[in-house]
């Protein structure tokens, strides 16, 4: 069986199903069902080989002429790609379903047909992207994916905001690209070839290897959004369609990731200080995505934070791993590396169906306003349980899938106390994020959900099952593999036995997969008992309304708000929150109506990107004299270009003895 | 062969100056449809046997360039009800003055190219990159959209003299194609230019940077 044509198959099929919905008219909803069809028949195929090639079926290789001369594409799948293919196909094929229901052809006539358009390309982006040899389709891979992400984020370009984003991504994503180029120009020049293979030990000092290093995190770490380079994501991520948000989210920061890690794979060197700082900006990440998401208030907003969280949780699990490859740690390797790559399954599992379950309720409540949601775990009883799951998941707790991950990084972690104690410190920090990520879970579930219903939120309504189903299948992953992580193992340890080329010892030694599983089945029939329990004893009581607490009139307005159950939090870490306060007017006995307005805009953004950008367009504005929109002036350059090329080859002392 | 191939160019160096001067549109193609007759004449000149494939070559010049082209442009014309190209960016004497500079200039310089040397005589290289520069001018001084097809015309004549150094070299059906290619090119402006004056009322190109986003 060839996997690599099968993969090469599901790439195709994504390809093609976003023209395949354009054969059909505008306002029709029959050939969106074709496409999502062939976009879930490509998944289906790919996920078979990537799970084949995963499970120790050996690496194939394939390479053919491309159209361009003295080119050759080269593709390989071997353990790495097939561990990242695993959840593009599956998080890619279950948002083509969600889209049927949440953004339909004939309720979106102008957009639903391009929104399927670039949503193929984008995975069919992603998937290359993991599986190409040579730099030039890397980065052709990465651009596939880089340009159809704008034209995902900017679909409904009616709205300013939505442009915004667009633009801001736009420009990130090129920059990355930019070092991109740079990095991959070294290598090319260094090893005398496109094709990405490992440096020989020796050939290159370890300067240039940093330097290569350096590109590569900054470069793929915009795409990945480690801070501070994550300042394009919380927008993006918000003001794109949900299912595209949960693709982007769980899936396309990832790919920040490994690129990172196939930079890695051509590095021979491995000094202690890249582990240092990647394990550093992974701590900085994890601690401040949680805190800029506590100040949230826009659902997805919210979420898009704690993508940047999680990104730096995976970084800490990396940097582990590399740090363990520099002090010869095959233990510290093979946690931090598991509980890395476990997490971007697990992140790509959860924060998906999170995303999706906020679309669920954008779809029902038509706002994402958390401070006008409320109650709808009445309304919404299905939405309401997947965000509940998620939202422990993400909180890494016991019985579901974060916990797992996170619990091989903290493992790792304090397997490095003996050597160097100063490490505990980010376990620490691992920790405080757990918290407050639990925190902000309690905010954004128990403002959204519970209460009663707030302005908008009293008309909200379930969604159909082309939404609840592929959040079903999400969450049933994420209980999988929390209470069955002996399943994970063999993948993990293959993956991370091909990725570092070293012997290390057994993932199954260091981990009690059996004690977890047990504890999980343990907890869930525990909770399964308590819920029983408690409806039978309440089942002769009387169901008043919530937080209806004896008062005589109680509103709605009453309620805990997003505001207010972060507030503590935000005025004691003001610094580094900055929230902007608008200054409540209240004057007289009888005061009138007034309002108060708070927003935490993103710091990164506003003190630092926002002001360079300015000064920027100040410094070029001369330059823009050149560019006039008229023809006839571009046609004068090209003309001054061709003279320039002509007095070029003439040789300069002739044209002295001509004229004189 | 020489002797006629160099009144030709002659003839079409001066095309060249009229086409600068001019002011009327209808004269400016009539000179471009002349210039396309005349540039159909040298195929079968330059070639040491002639055969069919020169022949063909010359007819589909002479009937693209010397009547189809032309007359789609003063199609074009009367659907516009332009005569007249009023506010060009450079005056009429000045571009003279200039097309002449630069035939001078290439005449002077064009010795010191490699392919100067070539049995077809020292006025293939000069006419080729004086009617280059006569396009450019056209193209970048003239603000009507029929002017700018003709400059652009012209250029494509340029390249065209250049080619004929190169026939040895490139097939016929490259030629033939870039020829297919120009047509194809004109008609499409032809159209545009009948859609610029309804969307505009005028033919006046520096209108379009009103569609800059």
């Known amino acids: ?660 | 062969m020489i002797m006629i191939l160099n009144a030709i160019l002659v003839l079409v160096i001066l095309i060249n100056l009229f086409a600068l001067g001019t002011s009327r549109m209808k004269a400016l193609i009539h000179a471009a449809a002349l210039q396309g007759v005349l540039l159909g004449l040298l195929p079968p000149l330059v070639v040491k046997d002639v055969g069919t494939l020169p022949l063909l070559m010359a007819a589909v010049t002479i009937v693209l360039k010397g009547i189809l082209i032309p007359n789609m442009l003063l199609k074009a014309l009367r659907d516009a009800q332009v005569k007249r190209e009023v506010e060009p960016l450079i005056g009429f004497m000045p571009s003279i003055l200039l097309g002449a500079a630069a035939t001078a200039m290439a005449l002077a310089l064009a010795g010191q190219l490699a392919p100067a040397h070539s049995p077809l005589g020292l006025l293939v290289i000069p006419t080729s990159i004086s009617m280059l520069f006569t396009g450019f001018l056209l193209l970048t001084t003239r603000v009507k959209a029929v002017t700018q097809v003709i400059g652009f015309l012209l250029l494509e004549n340029g390249i065209f003299v250049f080619g004929l150094l190169l026939l040895s070299a490139i097939p016929y059906l490259v030629e033939l194609g870039v020829l297919l290619d120009l047509f194809v090119g004109i008609f499409v402006i032809s159209i545009i230019i009948h859609h610029i004056n309804r969307a505009f009322a005028s033919q006046d190109t520096r209108r379009l940077s009103s569609l800059k986003g």
């Open chain 1, 1 to 660: 069986m060839n996997w690599l044509a099968l993969v090469f198959i599901g790439v195709i099929a994504f390809a093609l199903s976003g023209p395949a919905g354009m054969l059909g008219s505008r306002s029709g909803n029959g050939w969106q069902w074709v496409s999502a069809g062939i976009a879930v028949g490509g998944g289906v195929c790919g996920l078979v080989a990537a799970c084949a090639v995963l499970f120790g079926y050996p690496a194939e290789t394939l390479s053919f002429a491309a159209a361009a001369p003295a080119m050759t594409v080269n593709l390989r799948i071997g353990p790495l790609s097939a561990f990242f293919l695993i959840p593009i196909f599956t998080i890619g094929s279950l948002s083509s379903v969600y889209g049927l229901g949440y953004w339909q052809q004939s309720r979106h006539p102008r957009t639903g047909r391009k929104l399927r358009l670039w949503y193929g390309v984008l995975i069919a982006g992603m998937a290359m992207l993991t599986l190409c040899q040579n730099s030039i389709d890397f980065l052709v891979a990465w651009e596939m994916m880089a340009i159809s992400t704008f034209f995902l984020i900017v679909t409904e370009d009616q709205k300013p905001a939505a442009r915004q984003a667009a633009w801001v991504y736009l420009v990130a994503t090129h920059l990355g690209t930019l070092l991109l180029l740079a990095l991959f120009a070294i290598l090319r020049v260094i090893s005398g070839s496109f094709l990405l293979r490992p440096l020989p030990p020796g050939q290159v000092g370890i300067g240039l290897q940093t330097v290569i290093f350096l590109l590569a995190t900054v470069g793929f770490g915009l795409k990945a959004g480690i801070v501070p380079l994550h300042f394009w994501l919380p927008e993006a991520h918000a003001n794109a369609p949900s299912h595209v948000s949960a693709t982007l989210s769980g899936v396309a920061l990832k790919m920040g990731i490994f690129g990172i890690l196939r930079v890695l794979t051509l590095l021979p060197a491995r000094p202690p200080a890249w582990g240092i700082l990647l394990l550093s900006l992974g701590a900085a990440s994890a601690f401040l995505g949680v805190l800029w998401a506590m100040a949230q208030h826009d659902l997805k907003r919210l979420l898009a934070y704690h993508s940047v969280e999680n990104i730096g949780i995976i970084l800490m699990g990396l940097g582990l791993a590399l740090l363990g490859e520099a002090e010869h740690q095959p233990v510290w390797i093979i946690l931090g590396m598991a509980g890395c790559l476990l997490h971007v399954w697990n992140h790509g599992l959860f924060k998906s169906l999170l995303f999706l379950s906020a679309g669920s309720v954008i779809h029902g409540a038509g706002t994402r306003d958390i401070n006008c949601l409320g109650g709808l775990a009445k309304s919404m009883k299905i939405t309401a349980a997947f965000f509940l799951l998620g939202s422990l998941a993400i909180c890494g707790l016991p019985p579901l899938n974060g916990f797992v991950s996170e619990l091989f990084i903290y493992l790792g972690l304090f397997h490095t106390m003996a050597k160097l104690p100063i490490l505990s410190l980010t376990a620490a920090v691992l920790a405080m994020v757990g918290a407050l990520a639990a925190a902000c879970f309690t905010k954004a579930y128990g403002v959204v959900f519970l209460g009663t219903a707030r302005r908008v939120s009293h008309r909200a309504h379930e969604s159909g099952p082309t939404l609840w189903i592929p959040m079903g299948i999400l969450a049933a992953a994420c209980v999988l593999i929390g209470v069955a992580p002996g399943l994970v193992l063999t993948p993990l340890q293959h993956v991370t036995a091909a990725w570092s080329g070293q012997t290390l010892p057994a993932l199954g030694s260091l981990v009690p997969a059996g004690m977890i599983s047990i504890l999980g089945a343990g907890l869930i029939a525990a909770i399964g008992l308590g819920v029983a329990l408690q409806r039978y004893a309440l089942r002769r009581s009387r169901i008043d309304s919530t937080w209806a607490c004896g008062y005589i009139a109680p509103s709605s307005r009453m309620q805990y708000t997003a505001s207010s159950l972060a507030q503590m939090l935000l005025t004691a870490l003001g610094p580094l929150l900055r929230p902007r306060r608008d200054k409540l007017q209240i004057s007289g006995l009888f005061a009138g109506p007034s309002q108060l307005h708070t927003q935490v805009s993103d710091p990164v953004l506003k003190d630092a990107v926002e002001p360079v950008w300015r000064r920027l367009r100040f410094m070029l504005a001369g330059g823009q004299g050149f560019q006039k929109g008229s023809i006839q002036n571009y046609i004068f350059y090209m003309l001054l270009i061709l003279l320039a090329l002509l007095a070029f080859t003439l040789p300069l002392t002739m044209l002295w003895k001509l004229l004189f």
